[in-house]
Structures are given as C-alpha cells and as structure tokens.
C-alpha cells in the first residue's frame, strides 16, 4: 500500500501564480522527499526534508514537514510553464529500508 | 557522469511470454530499485539490490525477480506475462541503499512494457 496520498490529484494555474501540494503520510518516517516527472519519463529528485526539519527552501521550492500531523507541503512560487509536470512525495522511514512514493499530483501551468 | 541507463526504451510482447530488462546505474552507484508505475496503481516499488544482495521486495508475485551483477548493472525479469504487467518500469540507482539514511534516487527513463 502507498505510505503517501497527495493533495490535489490534479491542479491547474496560471503563470506565475505559486502552486501547492500537501502529501500526507502514515506510519513514522525518517525523512520526505520530493520527486518530479515530465510525461513518461524518469523522476526527477527535487528536495528532500528530514524529520527533525519543519521548513526546507531550494530555489524557487518550499518545503515544510509536520511530524504530528504525518504531511508536508510542497510550494512552487512563480510558476512557469517548464513546472507542467506530476509531483510526488516519497517517504522512508522504520525498517523499511525503501522509498515509497505516494500517488501524485498532476500540475498543470498554463503561459 | 552518465545517468542511469535503462534498455529497451520499449517493448512489446503477449501474454505469456517472459521479458528481460537492464539497468545500468550511475557509475559509483551500489544500490539499484526498480518501480512499477500505472494509471491505476502509481509507483510500487518492486525490489531494491545493494552489492548483488537483494535488500527489499515489494508485494509483487513470484514471476517478477530481479538481479544485480557484480558492475552493480541490474536486470529484472518478468515471466509469464498477463495483461495487467503492462506499465513502465523504472529503475533508480543511489551510492547507498535508499530509505533510512536519506538516500537520493536518480532515475532512468524507463522501460515501457505493452503486453497484447
């Protein structure tokens, strides 16, 4: 089963407007990442955020985790067209040993 | 450096059938994962090697097995082929097995598999 669910499935904005994703987990993790992928191709690694950090920043990408809550949030500020891709939040933690990625969220930014 | 390798880039094959595909990871890379992506499903993963030892595996049946040569080269074969194997499959490679420590995949392009 999927450890992370995404928040929306899909979401469509325009250029420069910021857009938002929120994951949200299950069990206790280790630390969260963030993946993007362009239409069938690889994942691209975007940030990834450690369980004892709450607020992580790379470039034009916030992200913030919230343990007690088990979600974190993805914020893209000023988008472009080139961010039209699917995002997704994989977590690792426990014994687990792997990576699961959650089911996405479809951005889609229109010029 | 190169990226990770992922060959063919598409495959067609029937039920039945059994299929082979290759990964060669990002030179220094020791740990290779291999993911299942649909519409329907997402991503699963399948199965994770580090230095030619199976680490994890997902809640895929018997037919999926995977390997990984001693270059860290990895090959996952599919037998008896079904409709519902039809996806892309990715494979990702990091210096360290992922997970716990934080371990940053990179991803190949992927095998897209149409079974008929």
């Known amino acids: 089963s999927q450890q992370g669910e995404e928040d929306p499935q899909a979401l469509s904005i325009q250029e420069g407007e910021n857009a938002t994703m929120n994951c949200s987990y299950k069990?206790?993790?280790?630390?969260l990442q963030w993946y993007r992928q362009n239409s069938g191709r690889g994942l691209v690694h975007l940030i990834l955020i450690r369980s004892n950090e709450r607020e992580k920043h790379s470039g034009r990408l916030r992200v913030t985790l919230d343990t007690s809550k088990k979600s974190s949030s993805l914020l893209i500020t000023a988008s472009r067209a080139a961010d039209t891709a699917s995002y997704f939040c994989a977590t690792a933690g426990g014994n687990t040993g792997k990576l699961i990625f959650g089911q996405g969220t479809t951005l889609q930014v229109k010029p | 450096k190169a990226g990770v390798t992922q060959t063919p880039r598409y495959l067609i094959k029937t039920r039945g059938q059994q299929v082979t595909l290759s990964c060669s990871p990002i030179s220094g890379h020791r740990s290779v994962s291999w993911y299942q992506q649909t519409p329907g499903q997402g991503l699963q993963f399948l199965f994770e090697y580090f230095s030619e030892t199976q680490r994890n595996k997902g809640n895929f049946p018997g037919r999926f097995s995977g390997r990984q040569f001693s270059n860290s080269r990895s090959e996952m074969n599919v037998s008896t082929l079904e409709l519902g194997d039809s996806a892309l499959y990715l494979c990702?490679?990091?210096?360290?097995?992922?997970?716990?420590?934080?371990?940053?995949?990179?991803f190949g392009s992927g095998t897209q598999l149409s079974v008929l």
């Open positions: 990702a490679s990091s210096l360290a097995p992922s997970g716990g420590i934080g371990e940053k995949l990179f």
């Open positions: 069990t206790s993790i280790n630390n």
